[in-house]
């Protein structure tokens, strides 16, 4: 009867062992929350800020207005001293035409600066998050191997225990 004790510790050692490793292997997986983080920093490391064409249009949109403002300004005025048809109407025109795709040009830049930083950060994000998991991975296999090897112990001590009660 003295095995029966040392037998008990080594079913419980093993069944213990099973638990944990269940839990060390669930633990490894991903949460949904750090699926759906990981997708979102994904999608925005390699497009950029959601609201983007959102953003150019509404900016665009403006510069225009500005633009259809300023040419209207422009036609009025050339009409008030009829030279609507003259080169100095033409040239007034011009320039309104250069200065709204110079500032166009400049606005389409700096927005597309901005939204290459939102990648790059989302990539700096995404990078950072990718360490972390594998840090706790490799935490969770070394918890892993250190459970393991106090299982091994434990059974082995139990079936010597076993073996010294026979």
């Known amino acids: 009867m003295g095995w029966f004790l040392p037998a008990l510790q080594v079913a419980g050692s093993l069944i213990q062992a099973n ?3 269940k839990a060390i292997n669930q633990a490894k997986q991903m ?12 999608k925005r490391s390699q497009q950029g800020d959601p609201q983007y064409e959102q953003k150019r249009s509404r900016a665009m949109s403006g510069i225009r207005n500005v633009a259809q403002e300023a040419q ?5 005025q050339a009409l008030q001293m009829g030279l609507q ?6 040239e007034l025109r011009l320039r309104t035409d250069t200065k709204t795709m110079k500032q166009i040009s400049d606005t389409s830049i700096q927005m597309a600066e901005a939204n290459q930083k939102i990648k790059d950060q989302a990539a700096d994000r995404l990078d950072e998050f990718n360490l972390q ?3 706790r991975r490799r935490q969770l296999n070394l918890q892993q191997t250190e459970n ?13 225990d076993m073996a010294v009660g026979i």
């Open 85 to 90: 048809d003259s080169v100095i109407a033409q």
């Open 31 to 42: 949460t949904p929350a750090e699926r759906q983080y990981r997708n979102r920093m994904e």
């Open 133 to 135: 998991r594998d840090e």
């Open 19 to 21: 638990k944990n490793k």
């Open 148 to 160: 393991t090897n106090n299982m091994i112990g434990n059974v082995l001590g139990g079936i010597g």
């Open 72 to 76: 209207g300004q422009n036609i009025q």
